[in-house]
């Protein structure tokens, strides 16, 4: 039962994540977020690295050690589940 509960909202997840949920999907998510801690966590995480991602692409804007904070985080979100 768990682990169907666990399907449905890591679908929802990628889809917000993509930016493909509608406004309503984009909600039901955010509610969910803050009670399933497994969500938030790779929310969190998806975030980041998207922003890492947009960052790294523009020139001279690239922080140093920037694979190494991403690296970290996947090692703690990894040591968390
Ligand atoms: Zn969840």
Known sequence: MEVEQNQ????LLELVIDGQATQEQH????????????CREEYLL?????????????????PSGLANSIQ????????LK
């Open 8 to 11: 449905a909202c890591t679908e």
């Open 27 to 38: 909600q039901k998510l955010m509610g969910h977020l803050e009670k399933c801690e497994y």
């Open 46 to 62: 998806s975030k980041s690295i998207q922003e890492s991602l947009k960052n790294h692409i523009k020139p001279n804007h690239t």
């Open 72 to 79: 970290t985080k996947i090692s703690e979100t990894a040591s």
